[in-house]
C-alpha cells in the first residue's frame, strides 16, 4: 500500500490527530535546532539536605571495592551491559558487539580551556552557553563521550534532535549503553565513597563537579540521544540531585562553588521541565512513566518551593500511588512479567514512597491509603521468596540490568584473563586493555538484596532482616528520607489460589513423558522437609522452598496487560536449585535492539526448560517488545507438594504434572501432540543485560526421561 492510499483509508479523526501532531513535534523540532532554548532565567541555588550523610550505615562495605571503583570511575572506566571496564572517551578504542565495530571517534587536538573544541560535539546555538560551563571545568579534567556506544563504537548525536536519534537502525548499536551510563548512577556511589575513604573526598568532589559540568555543556535539552527518553532523564536527575546532597555536606573547601551551584540548579529544573512535556503515559503505563514521576518527585523536592514546583508535586503524588496499584498485583507481584523489572519498578516504588512520607507536614501528610503499605511490604517479600541459596533471584522474562540506584557494590572480583575466560561477550578483552592480571570486578545484577534492604528501611520486619543486615546503607538511606518514620502493617495472611478444575481428564493427551531429577549428593534430610509451595498467583509464579530446594515455576500471563513486553515464552518453564546448586536456569535476556535474532533467542520458548512443540513459539512475536496473546495456563491441582498446571496455545494443549518426594522430583508431562521435553543447555545463559557465559559452571545433574 503506498501512501496515497494509506490516507485515503485513513478515517478523517484519526488522520488530522495524527497531521497535528506531525506539526506540533515539527514546530518543536525546528525551535529547538535553531535556537538555544535552555531556560533563560536563574533558579534559586540548591541548599537541601535529605540523607543526613551522619546517618548512613557504610560498614560492610568493602573498602578493597571502594578504591577499585575509584579508580576506575576517575580513569573514566566504565563498566555497563557488558562492556567491561573500558574508557570512554572521543578517541577510545572500543571492543565490539559480536562481530559489529564502528569507527565513530570524534577527531579533537585537544580540550581548550576556552571550549572551541565544542564545535565539533554541539550546534553553533549552543555554543556560547555551553562554552561558559565548560570554562568551570577543570584544566587536566578529560571529557566522557556521552553519545557514544562504547561497546560497538557508534555515536549518536548531540547535534540532532533528541526524537530524531537512531535505534537499532545499525546492528550492533545499543543506544542502552549511551543511556546507562548518562543515568550517572556512579555518582552517588562517589559520593558514599568519600565517606568510606575521606582522604579521597576532595578528589571526588572535584571529579562529580567536573562530570556535571561536562555532561551539561555538550548535552543541551532536547539534543541527542540522552534526552530521548523521559525514563532515563527522570532516572538521571535523581542521582544527580541524591550525589549533589551528600557532597554538599561534607564540601569543606568549596569546591562547588556558586557558579557551578547555579548551573546545577538550571538543570535540576530543566530535567523536571523536560520529564512533564515527555510523560510515556500512553495506552500502556509501565516502569518508564513510574520513573517519569519518581524522578519528578526528587525535582521538586529539591527545588524551592514555586507555583510550577507545587503543581508537579502534587501531580507526581497522585500518579505515584495510581502507578503502583497499577503495576502491582495485590500480591505484590509486578505487571511486567518480569522478576527483574520488579526490582526496578519496586526500587522507584519504595524511594518515592521514602521520599514523600519524610517531606514537611505542609508537602505531604495522609496521603497514602490503607491497601498502599502492605502491597509495598508485598512487594519485598515476592523478593525474599524469589530467593535462592545462591543469593540470586530466578530469572523469568526480561533483564535488562536495570535499577534506580546503584549505591551497594555486589559482585565478586576476578581477573581481566577471568572474565574473558568466562564472558563471550569479552572476546578479545585483555588484548584491548593489555592488563591480564588486573582485577576486573564483576557485578551481581541477579543479587536483589539491596532493594530488599531498602525496603526494610520501612518496616524493619523479620523477612526483610538478613538483606539489611548484609546491606545496612540501602536501609539507612530509606530512614534519612522518610525522617525515621516507620510503616506498621496488620498481620497478612497469604491469599489462597483459585483452582480452575479438580477434574482432570489425561485421556485426551496422547502423549506422555516422565523426568526423574535426582540430587547427585547423599545427604540424610529429605528433599520434602519443611516444604512449603508459595504462590503469586496474579502473575503466574509458583515457588517450591524446601531445607534443599528452590524450585521456581512461570505459568502467568504475559504481562503489561496482555502486550507482553518483557515477557518470554516460558510457560511451565522452571529453574531448579538444590543444595544451593543451580541444576536449570533461565536463560536469561542478553540484548534487546542491537541483535534482533539474539533478542528473540533469549525470549523463545527453545531455550526455556518446557515443552515444545513442533518448534512452535507459545506466542507469536509481535515485534522486539511485544507477544500475539495466545498463551492460557490454568491451575489445575495445587499443594504443598505437588502442582498441575494446563497451558493451551494455538491448537496444543498441553499439561506438566511436579511432584516433590523424598528422594527425588517428578516431572510429567502430557500433550495433544507430539513434543520434546526441552531442558537448556548451558552454553546459553545471560546472567544480566549484554553478558553471555561461554559456559556456565556445571553441576552434576542426575536425570532420567522416559
Known sequence: MNVLEKIVRTPMPILINKLSHKLFFKFFEYRDLYFDTRISFDVEKIQK?????SKLDFSKIDKKVVKYLIDMYLNHRFDFLGSGWVTNSYDSKVLGLEQYRYEMNVEIERFDKEGKWLNKIILSKHLKRSKKIWQQVSENYIPIDWQKDYKSGFRWDARKWYKNQQIGDKLGSDIKVPWELARLQHLPQM??????????????????KNQILDFIATNPPRMGCNWTCAMDVGIRVANMLVAYDMFLQIDNNGILDNKFKQIFANSVYEHGVHIMSNLENG?????????????????VAYLEKTKIVDRWLGFAVKELIREFDKQFYEDGSNFEASTNYHRLSGELMIYGAAFVLGLEKDKAENVFPEWFWERLWRVGKFTVDLTKKTGEISQIGDNDSGRFFRFSPSGLFLTNKQAEEQYLNLEGYNKLINKPAELFWDKNILNHATFVSAIDGLFNDENFQNYSHNFPLEKSIIEALAKGKKVKIKDVKEREVKI??????????????????KPSSKKKTSLDQNLVLISYSDTGIYIFKSDRIHMTISAGPNGQNGNGGHAHNDKLSFELNIDGEDLFVDPGTYLYTPLPERRNEFRSVKVHNTLVVADEEQNDFRDLFGLVKEAEC???????????????????????KICIMEDKILVNDFANKEFKVNF???YLYSNGYGKFFKKRNEFEKNIICN
Open 680 to 682: 537448556v543447555d548451558d
Open 283 to 299: 495506552l500502556i503505563t509501565y516502569n518508564h512513566y513510574l520513573a517519569n514521576i519518581v524522578g519528578l518527585l526528587f525535582v
Open 49 to 53: 539536605n535529605y540523607i543526613d550523610i
Open 500 to 517: 480452575e478444575s479438580q477434574g482432570l481428564d489425561l485421556e485426551k493427551y496422547e502423549y506422555h513423558k516422565e523426568t526423574v531429577i
Open 634 to 656: 490454568i491451575i489445575r491441582k495445587i499443594s504443598n507438594k505437588e502442582i498441575i498446571i494446563e497451558l493451551n496455545y494455538k491448537d496444543v494443549i498441553c499439561l506438566r
Open 191 to 208: 559520593a558514599i565513597f568519600s565517606l568510606v575513604l575521606p582522604n579521597k573526598k576532595d578528589q571526588l568532589i572535584l571529579e562529580f
